[in-house]
């Protein structure tokens, strides 16, 4: 996953998502590589067929200053569909590496993980394990919050987890984000009690917010970051979107809404009903 941005002077950078980074201005090429890291592969299921989005942000030079000397940072949400009417919805991921022209690309990966506590805020704490896993499979939690997938199908509708274990745990949805590192991230976070099970469905949705506030990827969100947008890339696999920091945002695709004040939880946790 990339995120490329260009700037208002021609200087152009692109920041991948493993954090190797290239910047180029004045005839200058610098390229800096992090070491190596493993990375689960996805099998393809009978339920899920990877794929990859794409979001496109334009940006007047003058909102970019603005934004950067306001200290605002992009706020990305992701949606799930959920039988567990407690979830909370995570930031997915922050970034200050936009520009005058951004683009934000993802694979379409789904892991499911676990968590061994949940925080004050609700999101999850302790140890974690994940892994991937599609529509149709049963991810099977364990002691520890030790993950496996069962051989077993389960309900083509849904992930279902399911506690193996006797103590209180918690789950969720998480894919590789477009920026950040190289390894999936945590979007929402649901209580998994001893025996039970939690079913969701990742939904190509993602909201995004410009932000003052010092939110980190994995945070538990439940009001607005600042004016948010709702993005549905399923349809197409890309949308186009332009903010300004006096106007908000701006689109002509039908799949992008507005979030109203009180609907952030509502919009990014929909229940299955």
Do not use: K
């Not at 407690?86 to 936009?98: E, H, R």
């Amino acid at each position: 996953m990339t995120a490329s941005t260009t700037g208002a002077a021609g200087a152009a950078s692109t920041v991948r998502g493993n954090g190797a980074a290239t910047i180029r201005g004045n005839g200058t090429t610098l390229t800096t590589r992090p070491p190596a890291t493993a990375r689960t592969a996805v099998v393809p299921t009978p339920y899920t067929t990877p794929r990859s989005y794409t979001l496109t942000l334009t940006l007047p030079p003058a909102t970019v200053s603005a934004l950067a000397a306001g200290g605002f940072r992009l706020c990305l949400m992701h949606a799930v569909r959920c039988d567990t009417a407690d979830g909370v919805p995570l930031v997915w991921a922050t970034t200050t590496g936009y520009a005058t022209a951004t683009s934000l690309n993802w694979p379409a990966e789904p892991y499911g993980y676990a968590a061994t506590s949940r925080t004050a805020d609700g999101s999850p704490g302790g140890a974690r394990d994940m892994r991937p896993v599609g529509l149709g499979r049963v991810l099977d939690v364990g002691a520890n919050a030790l993950t496996s997938i069962n051989p077993l199908p389960g309900d083509p509708r849904y992930v279902t987890a399911r506690s193996t274990a006797s103590a209180p745990m918690v789950c969720g949805a998480a894919e590789h984000a477009p920026v950040g590192p190289d390894a999936p991230a945590p979007y929402c976070c649901f209580p998994l009690h001893g025996g039970a099970f939690v079913f969701f469905t990742p939904l190509p949705q993602v909201a995004l917010a410009f932000t003052a506030l010092p939110l980190a990827a994995g945070t538990a969100v439940r009001h607005l970051p600042g004016p948010t947008v709702l993005a549905d890339v399923g349809a197409s696999g890309r949308v186009e979107l332009g903010y300004d920091i006096d106007a908000g945002w701006s689109w002509q695709d039908q799949d992008v809404t507005p979030v109203p004040l009180n609907g952030l939880t509502r919009a990014l946790v929909v229940p299955t009903g």
